[in-house]
């Protein structure tokens, strides 16, 4: 029984958050309504999850909502209410801070003070940003400062406001999420970002949408299309598998099969999504991990807590 689980994915709500989010005239994400959140119930849940440490962020919409300005201000309170939970309770929380994109030189500067004066432990980017995925060369000097930082960097899906409305009665995370998280990464491979900066590390969401199924559709992706052919020195799968993949709302035997063939065990880490989930998911999630048959009791270790502490330097002893 694995009692030190190292979750990262896990997210804050807060009461002003929630009110910032309310006068912009948003009410949920991805089809689900925005759920109770605390930091005395975030404690309560990780006690009864065994949940040693939680790396947190703020889900999808993110900060900016068409006022540049607006983000800058929402950003900066985000991140300072994350580092005062670090403070208080510091092997419990980490904490991935928000940049205010898509304005850039807003970001560069707020991505200088949380790594320098708030020490926070990585960021979250949202898979696009104002209509813009990652990867577009509109955030080239981000990911070029976040290379120079060595920064560990979430990607965390979201759904683009401008996209056509699908005629399916479904809510968006079942589907679109994994999908735009799929778009994203496709984004990064081929503009080059993976290849210009090494140093990044990065981890996706939902054991990274969609990537493991269609790894090998994107790789001969340059065979069929003359565009493609010149972009890359090495394969779209050698650059695949140097993403980390965490298990938030992916811990079926299919999934988790999927990506064991895909990348090393090393790449994969637990994430509960709590509460975007309900605590009733964030269980089945630990005990559908618990009873993989593929994985021995060591991997299931390195999974639920160690490969999450070699990653996030604070946590490395």
Not at 161 to 184: C, I, N, V
Not at 283 to 310: G, Q, V
């Amino acid at each position: 029984m694995i009692n030190n689980r190292f979750d990262v994915h896990q997210h804050i709500i807060t009461k002003p958050y929630l009110a910032v989010l309310e006068r912009a005239g948003i009410k949920g994400t991805s089809g689900l309504h925005f759920p109770e959140w605390s930091e005395e119930l975030a404690l309560d849940v990780m006690d009864r999850r065994e949940i040693q440490t939680a790396m947190t962020s703020i889900s999808s919409p993110g900060v900016y909502f068409g006022d540049k300005k607006a983000a800058s201000q929402l950003a900066r309170e985000v991140n300072d209410n994350f580092c005062a939970l670090v403070e208080r309770h510091p092997d419990r929380f980490g904490a991935l801070g928000h940049l205010p994109l898509p304005d850039v030189d807003a970001a560069l500067l707020e991505l200088e003070r949380l790594a320098n004066e708030l020490k926070l432990d990585g960021v979250i980017l949202l898979s696009s940003i104002g209509g813009q995925y990652l990867g577009d060369v509109a955030f080239e000097e981000v990911f070029a400062e976040l290379n120079r930082l060595s920064m560990v960097v979430f990607i965390h899906p979201t759904l683009l406001p401008s996209g056509p409305k699908l005629q399916l009665d479904l809510p968006e995370f079942m589907l679109e999420a994994p999908f735009d998280t799929t778009r994203a990464v496709a984004n990064l491979v081929y503009s080059g970002t993976l290849e210009r900066y090494p140093d990044i590390r990065f981890i996706l969401a939902h054991a990274g949408g969609t990537v493991p199924f269609l790894e090998w559709r994107m790789s001969i992706a340059a065979e069929v299309d003359p565009r493609l052919e010149d972009k890359l020195p090495h394969s779209a799968s050698y650059y695949l598998r140097r993403f980390y993949f965490d298990t938030a709302m992916s811990p079926s035997r299919p999934a988790l099969a999927a990506l064991r063939e895909f990348v090393d065990p090393s790449h994969i880490l637990f994430g509960s999504d709590w509460p975007m989930v309900p605590e009733s998911i964030a269980k089945r999630t630990i005990s559908e991990l618990e009873d993989l048959p593929f994985f021995d009791e060591h991997t299931k270790e390195l999974i639920s807590c160690h490969n999450a502490k070699k990653l996030f330097v604070r946590f490395r002893s």
